[in-house]
């Protein structure tokens, strides 16, 4: 069971449902839309980046319980958030430096916890790159870092929502069958390092623990059997006592609902999603090619579709946070 204030209570209800569901929407991608654009043939200017940020949190807050964005270019789609909608703020610098080994952490210079919060924050995410099995001296500078933000949040009384990303620096493609292999383990062990009270962390936004394009009978190949596959998703309920969401990965959106499915199938108490591009990326070829009112039409019918559906996958999948929470008086 968390323990939290009544602040923090009072903060994750507004990011979700009155259930206890997170349905949230993230746009706070930086890098990864930029390439977006940049393939559409556009040059992902500053001015694109943030208009398009705006149209997604205008079209789409409205089904969403809350939106992740990021103070760099997102505080105009923040202010432009349905009434409703609980904001989260993301704290790290996009990517990491591919020069130096462990893919370390760092975060925006010119923000603070409190800064973000006086943005209008109901809570901070903060990314972390993580190899279970990376060297300690590189694991142990992360979980120093970690614990910092942790009390920093728990200063401002805040919730924290730690996205963790698993990698193996050995294996270069996540996508690999050989990652396949290793992935359960990496997945629901750090879930099981970053669960521990010194972090302070309130929620975790993580990855499934299986590739499902290899799961039998969901892809061509099988690395996992359907018993092996739902193990994986109970083991990782098993790992921590936080409330916990997935993220979507970048896979669609029929994809990411299926997989819902599945996880509720095999016994996961997953308490809701974060989900991005699965919900919004093919809005910005539409955004590209034929400008602001072609993106917003195709966000009104294919992106609104996209989103009520996964929300009635969620209700019909996830666990409330209600029953992981306490409050400290």
């Known amino acids: 069971m968390l323990k939290i204030s009544r602040a923090k209570k009072e903060?994750?209800?507004?990011?979700?449902t009155k259930e206890g569901f997170i349905e949230a929407l993230a746009i706070d991608q930086r890098g990864a839309l930029k390439k977006m654009i940049q393939s559409e043939g556009q040059e992902p200017t500053n001015e694109l980046i943030i208009e398009f940020k705006k149209l997604v949190s205008e079209e789409l807050t409205p089904f969403a319980s809350s939106i992740l964005l990021d103070p760099e270019f997102g505080l105009d789609a923040s202010d432009a958030r349905h009434?409703?909608?609980?904001?989260?703020?993301?704290?790290?610098?996009?990517?990491?430096?591919?020069?130096?080994?462990?893919?370390?952490?760092?975060?925006?210079?010119?923000?603070?916890?409190?800064?973000?919060?006086?943005?209008?924050?109901?809570?901070?995410?903060?990314?972390?790159?993580?190899?279970?099995d990376e060297d300690t001296e590189i694991n142990h500078q992360k979980h120093t870092f970690v614990e910092r933000l942790g009390s920093e949040c728990f200063g401002e009384d805040i919730?924290?929502?730690?996205?963790?990303?698993?990698?193996?620096?050995?294996?270069?493609?996540?996508?690999?069958n050989e990652y396949a292999k290793v992935k359960p383990h990496k997945v629901?062990?750090?879930?099981?390092?970053?669960?521990?009270?010194?972090?302070?962390?309130?929620?975790?936004?993580?990855?499934?623990?299986?590739?499902?394009?290899?799961?039998?009978?969901?892809?061509?190949e099988t690395i996992y059997t359907k018993a092996e596959a739902a193990a994986h998703f109970k083991e990782q309920s098993e790992a921590t006592h936080l409330p916990f969401i997935?993220?979507?990965?970048?896979v669609s959106a029929n994809l990411f609902q299926d997989t819902l499915e599945f996880a509720k199938e095999s016994g996961s108490t997953f308490n809701g999603v974060l989900c991005g591009r699965a919900t919004w990326k093919n809005g910005v070829h539409h955004f590209v090619a034929n400008g602001e009112e072609s993106a917003r039409k195709w966000l009104q019918s294919e992106g609104k579709e996209n989103i009520e559906s996964l929300n009635k996958v969620v209700e019909r999948t996830a666990t409330s946070w209600h029953g992981k929470v306490e409050v400290s008086e």
């Open 83 to 132: 009434s409703e909608a609980g904001l989260l703020l993301a704290y790290e610098k996009t990517g990491y430096d591919a020069t130096i080994p462990g893919r370390l952490p760092d975060l925006l210079e010119d923000w603070s916890v409190k800064s973000l919060k006086d943005k209008g924050a109901d809570a901070i995410k903060f990314l972390l790159y993580y190899d279970i």
């Open 11 to 16: 903060a994750m209800d507004r990011l979700s």
């Open 159 to 176: 919730p924290f929502y730690l996205e963790l990303l698993s990698y193996d620096k050995n294996i270069q493609d996540n996508n690999s």
């Open 246 to 250: 997935f993220l979507s990965a970048g």
């Open 188 to 220: 629901n062990d750090m879930m099981k390092e970053f669960s521990k009270p010194q972090y302070r962390v309130d929620v975790l936004k993580v990855e499934v623990p299986v590739n499902m394009n290899v799961v039998e009978g969901f892809g061509e």
